[in-house]
T-cell receptor, first 116, second 112 residues
Framework: AQSVAQPEDQVNVAEGNPLTVKCTYSVSGNPYLFWYVQYPNRGLQFLLKYITGDNLVKGSYGFEAEFNKSQTSFHLKKPSALVSDSALYFCAVRPGPSGGYQKVTFGTGTKLQVIP | NAGVMQNPRHLVRRRGQEARLRCSPM?????VYWYRQLPEEGLKFMVYLQKENIIDESGMPKERFSAEFPKEGPSILRIQQVVRGDSAAYFC??????????FGPGTRLLVL
């Protein structure tokens, strides 16, 4: 069965410092990987995805993520954190193309707190 | 292009009442997904529907919960005889195919 692990419930980082939110996954075959952000009392907003191609994916709001197949990871990164980046971040995975329905599995979320 | 719309945004019900949550997918999207988010917990998949068909309901509780996505109109998640444990945020997502899902703002259900 496929799974996603976000090992940190919360990440604290000082404003202006680089941030990393970790995600590892388990899935059969090649994965599709996603990051979403959720602000308080809001729905999830799509940030970026890896489908194929370049392992470094750039997304919204200056975020990027690196697909590492050998480590089965897809960590979210940003060079310089902003206070407004404080939110809940979800990693998600599904198997790659197979000609049929494939469920997306979400991680439990990591709360990012950027300290002024 | 309007995003995924959900209504109501907040819903209060007493135990034993019915809750109806509506989701209008983005224009051109024929795939709808429902998720439940409990306080301080992650996102739990409930059901995946295409027009007039339930594709995957493996995350739906066996009783009291049902979902539909008719040919015309929004997708409906229906909870009968609500209990306090049903209090949660319910999110709908839509996609044009089976890749990126786009989420609505959610319906926050409070059962008194």
């Amino acid at each position: 069965a496929q799974s996603v692990a976000q090992p940190e419930d919360q990440v604290n980082v000082a404003e202006g410092n680089p941030l990393t939110v970790k995600c590892t996954y388990s899935v059969s075959g090649n994965p599709y990987l996603f990051w979403y952000v959720q602000y308080p009392n809001r729905g999830l907003q799509f940030l970026l995805k890896y489908i194929t191609g370049d392992n470094l994916v750039k997304g919204s709001y200056g975020f990027e993520a690196e697909f590492n197949k050998s480590q089965t990871s897809f960590h979210l990164k940003k060079p310089s954190a902003l206070v407004s980046d404080s939110a809940l971040y979800f990693c998600a995975v599904r198997p790659g193309p197979s000609g049929g329905y494939q469920k997306v599995t979400f991680g439990t979320g990591t709360k990012l707190q950027v300290i002024p | 292009n309007a995003g995924v719309m959900q209504n109501p945004r907040h819903l209060v019900r007493r135990r034993g009442q019915e809750a109806r949550l509506r989701c209008s997918p983005m224009k051109g999207h024929s795939h709808v997904y429902w998720y439940r988010q409990l306080p301080e917990e992650g996102l739990k998949f409930m059901v995946y529907l295409q027009k007039e068909n339930i594709i995957d309901e493996s995350g739906m509780p066996k009783e009291r919960f049902s979902a539909e996505f008719p040919k015309e109109g929004p997708s409906i998640l229906r909870i009968q005889q609500v209990v306090r444990g049903d209090s949660a945020a319910y999110f709908c997502a839509s996609s044009p195919g089976e890749k990126t899902q786009y989420f609505g703002p959610g319906t926050r259900l409070l059962v008194l």
